[in-house]
């Protein structure tokens, strides 16, 4: 499991601007450049907020994904989906 690089994602897309970029820009291909599993990009790249929770991303860390719109997840549907309600494809 590459939690750490998970956690690392989410914290270079908050606090690195020219990160943040790349990834609001080229999501998957800048995901692809962290050693994850394929069943962690496959939960992270689809927005499945529960999953990458149950990975061990940091709580605190996972507000990101809605804050900078990463993956389809929005303010509206973070917490639909934290909490297993919203079902990610």
Same mark, same amino acid.
Request: hydrophobic share 40%.
């Given at each position: ?12 897309? &908050?606090?690195? @601007?020219?990160?943040?970029?790349? $990834? ?6 800048? *995901?692809?450049? %962290?050693? !994850?599993?394929?069943? &962690?990009?496959? @939960?992270?790249?689809?927005?499945? $907020? ?6 061990? *991303?940091?709580? %605190?860390? !996972? ?27």
């Amino acid at each position: 499991m590459s939690v750490y690089s998970m956690n690392k994602i989410l914290y270079l897309t &908050e606090n690195d @601007a020219a990160f943040r970029q790349r $990834i609001q820009t080229e999501a998957e291909a800048v *995901v692809k450049e %962290f050693p !994850l599993t394929d069943e &962690e990009f496959r @939960a992270f790249t689809s927005g499945d $907020i529960l999953a990458v929770f149950n990975m061990g *991303v940091h709580p %605190f860390l !996972l507000s990101n994904f809605s804050r900078h719109g990463l993956f389809g997840v929005t303010d509206k549907n973070y917490f639909p989906r934290i909490r297993g309600e919203e079902k990610v494809s």
